[in-house]
């Protein structure tokens, strides 16, 4: 198990970029794939991105594609979620996850999890 803290949300203008940080803890982070998900208002939990290992691999939702980028920093046991161009659709408290071995795009996959930031995007 890694702890996991997320932050970097905000309330931003249609059209701007925000970058999402997740924080973990332990040594052995680089044996987790962290996964990115978001829940808007009445809505059920999405996935958003995903990243391997060792950051080679990663995986994107239709919906986000081309406009977030995740990273990751295993010497500083960071995951970033890159967001641009971003759209009122993106509204949504975002948790990153982490798992080991695999990467998925399915929550029940996924272990830990963070508490989540806001992200509020105008229009």
């Known amino acids: 198990q890694v702890q996991l803290v997320e932050s970097g949300g905000g309330l931003v203008q249609a059209g701007d970029s925000l970058t999402l940080s997740c924080a973990a803890s332990g040594r052995t982070f680089n044996a987790y794939v962290v996964g990115w998900f978001r829940q808007g208002p009445g809505k059920e939990r999405e996935f958003v991105a995903a990243?391997?290992?060792?950051?080679?691999?990663?995986a994107y939702a239709d919906s986000v594609k081309g406009r977030f980028t995740v990273s990751r920093d295993n010497a500083r046991n960071t995951v970033s979620l890159q967001m641009n161009s971003l759209k009122p659709a993106d509204t949504a408290v975002y948790y990153c996850a982490a798992r080991r071995i695999f990467l998925s795009r399915e929550s029940s996959d996924y272990n830990s999890w963070g508490q989540g930031t806001q992200v509020t995007v105008s229009s």
């Open positions: 990243i391997s290992l060792g950051g080679g691999n990663t």
